[in-house]
Antibody, heavy 123, light 111 residues
Framework: EVQLVESGGVVVQPGGSLRLSCVGS????????MHWVRQAPGKGLEWVSLISGDGDSVYYADSVKGRFGISRDNKKNSLYLQMNSLTFEDAALYYC????????????????WGQGTLVTVSS | QSALTQPASVSGSPGQSITISCTGGSTDVGGYNFVSWYQQHPGKVPKLIIY???NRPSGVSYRFSGSKSGNTASLTISGLQAEDEADYYCCSYTSISTQYVLFGGGTRLTV
């Protein structure tokens, strides 16, 4: 059974930094692109970033480019999101998501979702 | 880049069919067969129900079907059931800039 478990969500002040983590199990972690998707309270889904299985390809939403950094450690089956210069608009539930297709970057099919970790931005 | 455009809400009666549209452009929905759909019940995690425009993952009801015409993708739910009441999101690959994935704004289905 595929499991994705996020952690790291806390209350942070505007301008602050935070690192989210996600541990995957039940699949060959390094075969799959991984994504971060967020959802602000009462709002829709917003794709944030992806990283290919080998870590060579990374992409970001325009809203986070230059402030967020995605990375992975395949030896630890772990995915990370470094979040800097946080604003109120970054407050959301952040989901770690597995891509559906092996060994290519992505076909925008996201088949397994974690439960999410909540980031709150408050002064 | 703006999200893909979906109606904010749709409604239907049990047993009826409904269709949710998802409109993009030639650099996303219209240019590639990489459109997926997700169902999200309140307080729950999103679930993939359609991928690559028309394909259903194993375990997803045959009542869910996807299609595409030009720059608009569609999700059709036939034989509506009360349990179908949820939010639905479309998603597409995009070739614009350094982004890769776009979501629609979501559609609330009321049964």
């Amino acid at each position: 059974e595929v499991q994705l478990v996020e952690s790291g969500g806390v209350v942070v002040q505007p301008g602050g930094s935070l690192r989210l983590s996600c541990v995957g199990s039940g699949f060959n972690f390094d075969d799959y692109t991984m994504h971060w998707v967020r959802q602000a309270p009462g709002k829709g889904l917003e794709w944030v970033s992806l990283i290919s299985g080998d870590g060579d390809s990374v992409y970001y939403a325009d809203s986070v480019k230059g402030r967020f950094g995605i990375s992975r450690d395949n030896k630890k089956n772990s995915l990370y999101l470094q979040m800097n210069s946080l604003t109120f608009e970054d407050a959301a539930l952040y989901y770690c998501v597995k891509d559906a297709v092996r060994r290519i970057v992505s076909t925008a099919s996201l088949d397994q979702w974690g439960q999410g970790t909540l980031v709150t931005v408050s002064s | 880049q703006s999200a893909l455009t979906q109606p904010a809400s749709v409604s239907g009666s049990p047993g009826q069919s409904i269709t949710i549209s998802c409109t993009g452009g030639s650099t996303d929905v219209g240019g590639y067969n990489f459109v997926s759909w997700y169902q999200q019940h309140p307080g729950k995690v999103p679930k993939l129900i359609i991928y690559d425009v028309t394909n259903r993952p194993s375990g997803v009801s045959y009542r869910f079907s996807g299609s595409k015409s030009g720059n608009t993708a569609s999700l059709t739910i036939s034989g509506l059931q009360a349990e179908d009441e949820a939010d639905y999101y479309c998603c597409s690959y995009t070739s614009i800039s350094t982004q890769y994935v776009l979501f629609g704004g979501g559609t609330r289905l009321t049964v």
